[in-house]
T-cell receptor, first 113, second 113 residues
């Protein structure tokens, strides 16, 4: 079983809808949680970064971490065709001085006009 | 400020051939990483490094070697390429302090025939 599970999709939504993405994980020691966005044939770029539990909002994007359930979410409000990409969750351990990240497989999102 | 760059962008190899992928970063980051990305598998860590001359194995190191002779460069070598090494390779870097975020290059697409 993978340490980080993520539904690969594709997830197709109409423009303006809310996109809801999530990852589950098995290692309770994870403390740092990230969401990366990856456009086709490009490298991943950081979208959201959260430490430990709670919510974080940045414009149309909201990241949530529920450590008790080992579950993280990303919400995209008022989705746009430019949000069409693959979204990767990533997480790392407290005390891992090498900063190694565990990635989910990525969810492909398609926003249709 | 170019960030993280990778050379080449695309390469076709025959089984048994060797090649070196080059990663360069101009952000003075201490940590550097090599990942491979395969469909449905997400990003998997091959090797990583913190500083010149210091490297370590990641999740999938077999068939690869690395070198970090200069702080800004991280080389990934394939001594005898196999079709199973057909993948997209990403390099990433991260500063020693200031968070867990990794900054990715644009990737190298490798096809081994």
């Amino acid at each position: 079983q993978k340490e980080v599970e993520q539904d690969p999709g594709p997830l197709s939504v109409p423009e303006g809808a809310i996109v809801s993405l999530n990852c589950t994980y098995s290692n309770s020691a994870f403390q740092y949680f990230m969401w990366y966005r990856q456009y086709s044939r490009k490298g991943p770029e950081l979208l959201m970064y959260t430490y430990s539990s709670g919510n974080k909002e940045d414009g149309r994007f909201t990241a949530q971490v529920d450590k008790s359930s080992k579950y993280i979410s990303l919400f995209i409000r008022d989705s746009q065709p430019s949000d069409s990409a693959t979204y990767l969750c990533a997480m790392s351990l407290t005390g891992d001085s090498w900063g190694k990240l565990q990635f989910g497989a990525g969810t492909q999102v398609v926003v249709t006009p | 400020n170019a960030g993280v760059t990778q050379t080449p962008k695309f390469r076709v190899l025959k089984t048994g051939q060797s090649m070196t992928l080059l990663c360069a970063q101009d952000m003075n980051h201490e940590y550097m990483y090599w990942y491979r990305q395969d469909p449905g598998m997400g990003l998997r860590l091959i090797h990583y490094s913190v500083g010149e001359g210091t490297t370590a194995k990641g999740e999938v190191p077999d068939g690869y070697n690395v070198s970090r002779l200069k702080k800004q460069n991280f080389l990934l070598g394939l001594e005898s390429a196999a079709p199973s090494q057909t993948s997209v390779y990403f390099c990433a870097s991260r500063p020693l302090t200031g968070g867990e975020t990794q900054y990715f290059g644009p990737g190298t697409r490798l096809l081994v025939l």
